[in-house]
């Protein structure tokens, strides 16, 4: 049997190969989070002077959100391209290799790391390039980027289960909105100390997504904070050890052989 | 010792929920060293028992030994020993052929300096050299079957398993797809199991053909053992004039049992009645036709006559094996 690293090394690289050969699924992800930033950076500048907005750049602000966005898109893509596998019987030939469960699931999650990683480091640059100054300084861009491959493991096991239990590409694009709900009800575009509607308010607190985000946005704007990083750190691990169980039992229903 | 590639299953059964039996009970036997065609509509049962074979899919009853190894018990092992190449080309069009193979070679755990070589070997024995950096979702069906091949011999299996290999394919690629699954049996001494729905492919290529129908191996046998056993040829005329078909049909039915629909002018010789009797009779009753042809019986009366039905009218309807 061949070493587990080879086999992950070698599913990875299919992974990557797959992406960068299809610039259609590829560029969503890296620009349209951006041109998003860019337009509410344009639209909703005003509420920074809202008292009690932490910065008065809301580039600044607005830059975490794209760290979640390119994410969700991660999970879509990492989802229907396992899907497609399924569907096409190019999972039944990896099932047929001396391939083990573990090595499957890791491979395909590891693509989307390196994938999430490069969409980390797109971001920065761009916020650096308008000027966003990251008040954690070099050290709080690398946890960024750290931050950014740990929310990709828990985006990508999540994609992958939804591939692994439905076996339909176009089910997982179906499940996409509802993901992105989870975006829309956070605190994306308003800190939520001073969201004024109750229930919305209610929501984005109870919401793991707006941790996720202000984690990131702690870095860029506040500098080291404790308890914005331990949220945001332990909910996506939490993300992360939940998709990846899913995940891997789903794998073991999906992968029938003896 | 050497390497016990045969296949041996017994009573080998797999139900679906709410489904139907989709392998009913199955014996068979295949050498080391064979050709098995395995002959049937769809869903027959067929791709099921690959399924099963091929540690895929777990019996729902009976045995299987493949290479030596228990299906159900050592799945890793009989991977270690197969090769397959199961229905529709299982192909990633975004990678090139060469990707392919690469990956496989690195799964299958080839070892790092023979990987390159045993991929240009294998590109080479397929006739893919030229195209291995195009890909895949450029290759014609035919290419894409060659790669498919060339991607189940990787490990140097000593059985291959073959599912419909040829479906799609023109004729020119059907049969270098024959010739080199032919080379693997007879110079490299590979166990092949092969399901067709052709019976030209399993006339050709297969040394022994197993019928199956409706889950259960209807007849089993070499194809000429198995035509041997429908025995009597059959004579098929085309007449000179449209007027003088109900004339030939009844002098024709006076050799033996009419074979085909209404507008067929065949019958199956009745035995001790040779196609010189006929062709007299023809002369003595003055009928001109155009063409008077004895043909010997194919798999498809075989199949007729075991089934009650020609595998081209049994082709209907899906195979019961799931959407993997």
């Not at chain 1, 439905?166 to 709900?181: A, N, R, Y």
């Not at chain 2, 195209?131 to 060659?146: D, F, N, P, Q, T």
């Amino acid at each position: 049997m061949s070493a587990l690293p080879t086999q992950i090394g070698a599913l990875a690289q299919r992974s990557i190969l797959r992406t960068a050969r299809q610039p259609a699924s590829a560029i969503p992800p890296l620009i349209f989070p951006v041109a998003l930033l860019l337009m509410n950076s344009g639209g909703l500048k005003a509420s920074t002077e809202l008292p009690g907005f932490p910065t008065d750049s809301f580039l600044a602000f607005a830059l975490a959100v794209p760290f979640i966005q390119g994410a969700l898109f991660s999970t879509m893509n990492a989802g229907t391209d396992l899907a497609r596998d399924i569907q096409t019987g190019f999972f039944s030939r990896l099932s047929l290799t001396p391939v083990r469960g573990s090595a499957l699931l890791a491979g395909q999650i590891t693509g989307i790391v390196v994938l999430g990683v490069l969409q980390a480091v797109f971001y920065i640059s761009v916020g650096l390039l308008l000027g966003v100054r990251f008040a954690a300084g070099p050290a709080g861009i690398a946890l960024l980027i750290v931050y950014a491959a740990l929310v990709a493991v828990g985006f990508g096991a999540l994609g992958s289960f939804l591939a692994l239990r439905t076996g339909s590409g176009e089910s997982i694009q179906g499940l996409f909105p509802v993901l992105f709900v989870f975006l829309f009800i956070s605190s994306m575009n308003t800190p939520r100390s001073l969201i004024a509607v109750d229930w919305f308010r209610f929501l984005a607190s109870a919401n793991p997504v707006s941790y996720l985000i202000e984690c990131v946005r702690s870095l860029i704007i506040t500098g080291w904070d404790a308890r914005a990083l331990a949220l945001g750190f332990g909910f996506a691990t939490l993300l992360a050890i939940v998709s990846l169980v899913a995940a891997s039992w789903a794998l073991g229903r999906r992968l029938e052989r003896t | 010792m050497p390497r016990d590639n045969s296949i041996v299953v017994e009573q080998l059964v797999r139900e679906f929920k709410k489904g139907p039996r989709a392998v009913d009970g199955i014996d068979l036997y295949v050498a080391p060293g064979e050709i098995y065609g395995f002959l049937g509509p769809n869903g027959a049962g067929k791709s099921t028992t690959v399924l099963m074979l091929t540690t895929l899919l777990p019996p729902t009853a009976g045995t299987a030994r493949v290479g030596g190894y228990d299906v159900r018990k050592e799945g890793p092992k009989v991977r270690s020993v197969i090769g397959a190449a199961l229905q529709e080309a299982a192909l990633d069009p975004l990678l090139t052929g060469r990707d392919h193979l690469k990956l496989q070679t690195m799964l299958q755990a080839i070892p790092r300096a023979e990987r390159k070589p045993r991929q240009n070997e294998l590109l080479d024995r397929v006739g893919l050299t030229d195209a291995a950096g195009r890909k895949v979702g450029g290759y014609s069906g035919g290419m894409k079957r060659r790669l498919d091949l060339a991607l189940a011999l990787v490990h140097r299996p000593s059985i291959l398993f073959l599912d419909e290999p040829t479906t799609g394919l023109d004729p020119q690629s059907r049969t270098a797809l024959w010739a080199e699954v032919a080379r693997l049996a007879r110079e490299d001494n590979v166990t092949v199991f092969l399901t067709t729905q052709y019976l030209e492919e399993a006339d050709v290529l297969a040394d022994r053909v197993g019928i199956i129908d409706h889950g259960k191996i209807v007849a089993e046998g070499t194809p000429t053992a198995l035509k041997e056993e429908i025995g009597r040829p059959s004579v098929h005329v085309i007449p000179c004039r449209e007027e003088d078909r109900p004339r030939i049909l009844s002098l024709l039915t006076r050799f033996g049992e009419k074979l085909g629909d209404d507008r067929d002018l065949a019958v199956r010789l009745r035995d001790g009645v040779g196609m010189v009797d006929v062709i007299r009779a023809m002369d003595a009753d003055g009928v001109v036709v155009d063409d008077v042809e004895l043909r010997a019986p194919t798999l498809d009366d075989v199949f007729l006559a075991k089934t009650g039905r020609t595998l081209e009218g049994a082709a209907t309807g899906q195979d019961g094996a799931p959407v993997r």
